[in-house]
């Protein structure tokens, strides 16, 4: 077991004793395992798959941030990241539909990129909104 702390700008996101982590780098995703050798790595669009000591998993949506693990501590610098379960879908979905309609107005290539950044974001931040809501109905 080690300690993960997941930091944001705004606030500790999350901070407690886990077993593994699975974490999307922008080379791919990466696992992190007790006894990890020290490594930093640059993290991309995606979820932070967490499985907590008592085997219960949570999941973060991250827009990038940096990893850096260390004596069997893990820290996440995260620019953007919040927990599944927080993200309203209705929320998401309008954000998406926003981006989407932006698109269809971009004047140029980097006005382009940046807003099909945006719209992959909010179609992720959708989905993992959907499974989390899906997931706690089963429940």
């Known amino acids: 077991m080690y300690h993960l702390s997941v930091i944001t700008p705004e606030k500790s996101l999350f901070e407690d004793d886990v077993t593994s982590i699975i974490v999307p780098t922008t080379k791919g995703e990466m ?3 007790t006894g990890h050798h020290p490594v930093i790595a640059q993290l991309g669009l995606g979820s932070i798959q967490i499985t907590l ?3 219960s ?3 973060i949506f991250i827009g990038s941030g940096y990893l850096e693990v260390n004596n069997n501590k893990a820290t996440i610098l995260a620019d953007q990241a919040e927990n599944v379960e927080d993200i309203a ?3 998401a979905s309008k954000a998406r539909k926003n ?3 932006l698109l269809k107005t971009a004047k140029d290539q980097v006005e382009i990129d940046r807003i099909y ?3 992959k974001t909010q179609l992720l931040r959708e989905q ?3 499974i989390a809501k899906y ?3 089963k429940k």
Do not use: C, R, S
């Open 117 to 119: 950044q945006e719209l």
């Open 135 to 137: 997931k706690k109905g």
């Open 128 to 130: 993992l909104a959907g």
């Open 99 to 101: 981006a989407e309609e």
């Open 89 to 91: 879908v209705e929320q």
């Open 31 to 33: 696992g992190v395992l």
């Open 53 to 55: 000591a008592d085997q």
């Open 57 to 59: 998993e949570t999941v």
